[in-house]
């Protein structure tokens, strides 16, 4: 009978991989967010009660998550990449 050694992940690896999983989770939650905001921005548009300055504000909201979203992206590459 052939038995094959499995590699025990240690408590710390473990807990950086739980951690990369978190990051791209996150990154999903601000790219939804950016879409729900330029979607309302887009709504607005059509809005005469809304105020002229809504639809750059929002605009910029979104492209924050954007960033954020990258940068969440990227810490995750790079947390993953050091505990391999």
Not at 4 to 19: F, M
Not at 21 to 37: E, I
Not at 51 to 71: D, F, V
């Amino acid at each position: 009978m052939v038995t094959e050694s499995t590699r025990a992940i240690s408590p710390a690896r473990a807990s950086s991989l739980d951690q990369v999983v978190r990051l791209r989770a996150d990154a999903d939650l601000m790219d939804g967010c950016a879409r729900r905001l330029l979607a309302t921005a887009s709504a607005l548009s059509g809005c005469a009660a809304a105020p002229e300055s809504s639809r750059p504000a929002l605009e910029r909201q979104a492209a924050a998550c954007t960033t954020a979203a990258e940068q969440l992206r990227a810490a995750a590459e790079a947390l993953l990449a050091h505990v391999r």
